[in-house]
DNA sequence: CGTGCTTTTGAATAGTATCAAGGCCGGTGG
DNA sequence: CCACCGGCCTTGATACTATTCAAAAGCACG
């Protein structure tokens, strides 16, 4: 695939596009890696070295961490204009892994390159930390209601967090097909207690299921069951 | 209290005085509010409205998260030199609050006056880029093991976070006194887990209490019950 | 020397994970 | 086109773990 140039990128919301100036964008241009990868593969593997930032030009990206018994837990989502790991030291490793969920096109940008644009661009390292900044209170706040909330209200919060990043189409299904384990390594629970939940949810009209495909019929509903908590959004 | 100038700053962390040129350093002492708070006082109080940031010169600070029923995450500390909350939009609220747990002075920087230092100082900003992505990247660990593991495991984990946080004194120690409460908040449990967990590492000789106060004896003990696990640190 | 808080312990209860088995579906190869 | 196979979905039974509730004991503080 040719390389396209950040100038003309399709997507509006890259950083780079947006707050680098147009000579730096050139010389990104000529140093950067743009690579495509088919659904299902590794963008970044757990504990290899951090060579660089990703920056994701199109796609769905899903950001796990392995546990015990390679249980994985989803962090977070990683969609166009997001990006993936961060300035790393030397011999540093990705705490992460990193794995698309379609079609995704990732441009890399590596260590050095990464130091000579910030140098020259400060206009884009105040956005790239008022994005990890961002990140980090929606994971302190995931992160209080993994500790807090029981499994009913973990598994409403993850089907929430699916409509919010991937949407609804026209019969109010769900634009993403997860597995019951990949529902259950989000909301930290187990592909049975999905499926109990689940069940649950569409007796009580708020949602319907067939074979993998889930329908959220009432997604107040849902936010409901969560309304016990002081909420902050986890959303953008 | 004088306000003391960040050039002579007993605290040699602080990204201002790191990473500010001299000119911008006076700059700030003008601008900047420097406030004292005594023991278990709120510096942030939860959705109040963001004004600024504040760096931490010295003290303890706990930061959580409320969730059901007044119950409180802890979903970090702040020691010298580490900063809470962000600059904010109009109209944001703090998604946290924050909390002295020893005699703390704190320096208050406004958002406009934030505003005009990422305008001047890009290596400030840089730093303060990978002050965030590094506490990112420790929040998903976090995230993934409050998720995952069982209640000995996270209590485990708990006290390894505050043997890292405030280390021992010469009786192995440690150099804080948190109630039950407390160490459930961290690990996202009750009082009474702590209890049966603390007994239980008690009675394996991995830790020894008398009343609130608590001996780490072994370190590595507690870290092997978290050993199935693909460990990266939660620690700076 | 009370008073009120936290700690500590145990018992009862509820919630959750684990295990096992059958059914459904999609893909593959005959 | 059909039969087979393997994987995921689904459900229920079981065992375990954790929370809740209650009550006594310890401690700090006035």
């Not at 096109?105 to 910030?118: A, I, Q, T």
Request: charged letters at 25%.
């Amino acid at each position: 695939m040719k390389k396209s140039s950040c100038e003309f990128c399709e997507n509006s919301q890259c950083l780079i596009q947006k707050y680098c100036s147009p000579e730096w964008i050139q010389k990104i241009d000529e140093r950067k890696y743009q690579i495509f990868f088919k659904q299902n593969k590794d963008i970044i593997t757990e504990n290899s070295p951090i060579l660089g930032v990703f920056f994701i030009l199109s796609g769905k990206v899903k950001v796990f961490s392995t546990g015990l018994n390679q249980r994985q837990q989803i962090v977070r989502f990683a969609n166009p204009g997001h990006l993936l790991g961060h300035r790393g030291a030397e011999n540093e490793v990705y705490p992460i892994g990193a794995k698309t969920m379609d079609d995704s096109v990732v441009c890399f940008v590596e260590n050095k390159v990464l130091d000579d644009l910030f140098e020259g661009n400060p206009r884009f390292v105040q956005e790239l930390m008022k994005f990890y900044s961002r990140e980090l209170r929606k994971m302190e706040i995931r992160m209080k209601n993994l500790g807090q909330m029981n499994t009913r209200e973990k598994i409403s919060e993850a089907l929430l967090i699916l409509l919010e990043n991937f949407g609804l189409n026209e019969q109010n299904c769900l634009n993403v097909t997860f597995s019951r384990q990949d529902i259950a390594n989000i909301a930290g629970s187990t592909p049975e207690q999905v499926m109990t939940q689940l069940t649950g949810f569409e007796q009580e009209g708020l949602i319907s299921k067939a074979g993998r495909k889930i329908n959220i019929l009432n997604p107040e509903g849902l936010q409901n069951i969560l309304s016990k908590y002081n909420q902050h959004s986890i959303f953008a």
